[in-house]
């Protein structure tokens, strides 16, 4: 159990939808990170929080968006869903914004299927 | 940050010495060479990572060569819960915070009976 806890488990909606994924991240970690990992797919970075600011933004789409939140939590809002959203997404996190790549947390993860 | 190269899969028997190897020949000096785990669509998990000296620790050791430019991942005596993908990953330091990061595809390992 690495600490990060995510919900929901599993989340199934349709298309043009959306959605709401919440990470909680370990006590005391500032910094979350949110990725997407389709079927068979790497794992791709999304967009990185630290202490309620956007950090760094990877391959994230215009529709989705988020946030950090005063008491560290983070939710991913995914809208106008399309089938090839469908994805795990991953939250992490780690306990400080340095300078150089730390070792990330990761939850377990919310498994998104669109229909 | 550096790209990675690394054989899409591997299989090792069990209780042997698994070696995963990553190219990374663009390293720069203040890079780091971090590995995560992935099993079965669970989040991923640090094993080690390092600058230029070998490390080790009680998940694995990490070996880099003198150049920087390749490193091997050992797990000395495989299990069959060591089976998943494993990501190497380059990583430079100094960057303002910025923590943009590439996993790539990784190495498939199937650890055999």
């Known amino acids: 159990d690495s600490g990060v806890t995510q919900t929901p488990k599993h989340l199934i909606t349709a298309t043009g939808q959306r959605v709401t994924l919440r990470c909680s991240p370990r006590?005391?970690?500032?910094?979350v990170y949110w990725y997407q990992q389709s079927l068979d797919q790497g794992l791709q970075f999304l967009i990185q929080?630290?202490?309620?600011?956007?950090?760094a933004k990877g391959n994230i789409l215009e529709r989705f968006s988020a946030q950090q939140f005063p008491d560290l939590h983070s939710e991913l809002n995914l809208s106008s869903l399309e089938l090839g959203d469908s994805a795990l997404y991953f939250c992490?996190?780690?306990?400080?914004?340095?300078?150089?790549?730390?070792?990330?947390?990761f939850g377990p993860g919310t498994r998104l299927t669109v229909l | 940050d550096a790209k990675t190269t690394q054989p899409t899969s591997m299989d090792c028997a069990e209780g042997r010495a698994a070696n995963l190897p990553c190219n990374h020949s663009?390293?720069?000096?203040?890079?780091?060479v971090y590995w995560y785990r992935q099993i079965h669509s669970q989040g991923p998990q640090y094993i080690i990572h390092?600058?230029?000296n070998n490390e080790t620790n009680e998940m694995a050791s990490l070996i880099i060569t003198e150049d920087r430019k390749s490193s091997t991942l050992i797990l000395p005596h495989a299990t069959l819960r060591d089976t998943a993908v494993y990501y190497c990953?380059?990583?430079?330091?100094?960057?303002?915070?910025?923590?943009?990061?590439?996993f790539g595809t990784g190495t498939k390992l199937q650890v055999i009976p």
């Open positions: 006590s005391g970690d500032l910094s």
């Open positions: 390092g600058l230029k």
């Open positions: 929080y630290y202490n309620g600011e956007e950090r």
């Open positions: 992490a996190s780690s306990p400080r914004d340095s300078h150089s790549y730390n070792e990330q947390f």
């Open positions: 990953i380059v990583r430079v330091a100094g960057t303002g915070g910025y923590q943009k990061v590439t």
């Open positions: 663009t390293i720069s000096g203040n890079e780091y």
